[in-house]
C-alpha cells in the first residue's frame, strides 16, 4: 500500500505508486505529499514517528478510524506515538 498526504487533508492509499503528475491538483497549483510504502495500516501505524518524522499531524483518532482499528490496538502498535497524542490532547485513557 502506498500512503499520501492529501493537500486538502487526510490521508489516502493506493494499491499503486503515483507519479507526481497524479499527485498535482490543477485548482489550487497543490501537491500531495507520498508518505511512503507499507504492507498495511498496522505496519504504516507501527512505524510512525520513525519513518515519517515530525511533520505528522494526524491524532490517534483519525488514525484508528481510518485503519478500521481501536486506541487499544493503537496502543500496542506504537505506544510511544499514542502517549504523545495522549499528552498532547489531554485525552484519558477509557476505563474499562
Known sequence: MYFYNSHLGGI???DEYLSPAD??????????????KYDSWEDFITKLDEETGDFFCFNVDYLCEQAGITKERFKELNPKFYEQDREYYGYQ???K
Not at 499527485?23 to 511512503?36: H, K, N, Q, R, V
Open 93 to 95: 485513557d477509557e476505563k
Open 23 to 36: 499527485l498535482y491538483c490543477d485548482t489550487c497549483m497543490d501537491y500531495d505529499d507520498f508518505i511512503g
Open 12 to 14: 489516502y492509499t493506493s
